[in-house]
């Protein structure tokens, strides 16, 4: 079994991978709904979060944890691989490899959360990659909001305004590569690709879920099919509705509430 968790909705975009890459195995999903957002929060409070989150999935004996949040990924990784020992994914290093792969201009965009645009985790990566490459950094705060409020719909006109408005300076700086380093941005993608034409996106999540596949073999008996759990600390019901559109043909089980705060 493999767990992996984000702040709310965001991490399905590697969950979803993840299930195609890996159909026979087992995941457990934790999303944060009760604290979510994670991208205006302190670091501190972010590794206290994260560091909560992986003592629960480990009581399910999971031998893999994926951080399918940029925040999470920027502020907690070193501190969950120090305390827990077990491998450990972030979703940094693989988009950052797959933007350095990508990149024909030498120019890349990065768009996180606050916090994922403050800490630099990002940039860093790719310029230890490749230090000739410009990175433009900027953070849209606003996303995360519209995505677990649902404003999703292609076309919705406050999230393509909002697109529109946080992305102009990239199409200024002219990047050729974007990496939505928050996991819950390929929700929006279409309004993403509206406001920089001809960009090619990264997928933090897909990134992070290809990395974690390629490493990691399916630990499965032959035509096993695998199960995903998921748990979350507000009520599940909205997630639910939400997720079940995210995931499209992977069956999710119901949702179960689960008081992270105890772990
Ligand atoms: N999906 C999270 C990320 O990748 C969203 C963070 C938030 O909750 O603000 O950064």
């Keep these: 079994m493999i767990g992996v968790f ?14 195609e890459l890996m159909p026979g195995e087992d995941f457990v999903y934790f999303g944060d709904t009760g604290r979510v957002p994670y991208g205006s929060k302190s670091a501190d409070t972010i590794i206290r979060y994260s560091e909560e989150i992986m003592r629960f999935l480990l009581g399910f004996g999971i031998r893999a944890a994926l951080v399918a949040c940029g925040t999470a990924s920027s502020a907690a990784l070193p501190t969950l691989r120090r305390k827990f020992a077990l491998p450990i994914f972030g979703v940094i290093d693989a ?7 990508t990149t024909k201009n030498g120019r890349v965009g990065v768009i996180g959360t606050s ?3 403050r ?11 490749d230090p000739k490459i410009e990175v433009s950094s900027v953070a849209c705060p606003l ?11 292609p076309g919705d006109p406050v999230t393509l305004a909002a697109a529109e408005r946080y992305l102009s300076p990239l199409r200024t700086a002219g990047i050729d590569t974007l990496v939505l380093g928050c996991t819950h941005y390929p929700i929006i993608s279409g ?6 034409p001809g960009v090619t996106l990264i997928s933090s999540g897909k990134a992070a879920a290809d990395m974690l596949a390629s490493a990691l073999k399916e630990d499965i008996s032959p035509g096993k099919k695998g199960t995903i759990r998921c748990f979350v600390s507000d009520t599940p019901e909205s997630f639910e509705s939400a997720a079940r559109v995210f995931m499209g043909d992977i069956p999710l089980g119901s949702a179960e509430f689960v008081d992270i705060s105890k772990y």
């Design 95 to 101: 988009a950052a490899e797959a933007a350095v792969r």
């Design 191 to 196: 309004a993403i690709a509206a406001a920089l």
């Design 119 to 129: 800490l630099g985790a990002f940039a860093q990566k790719i310029n230890e990659l």
């Design 6 to 19: 984000d702040s709310g909705l965001g991490g399905l975009t590697a969950l979803c991978e993840l299930a």
């Design 115 to 117: 916090t994922t645009i």
């Design 143 to 153: 996303f995360v909001h519209l995505v677990e409020d649902g404003f999703t719909a």
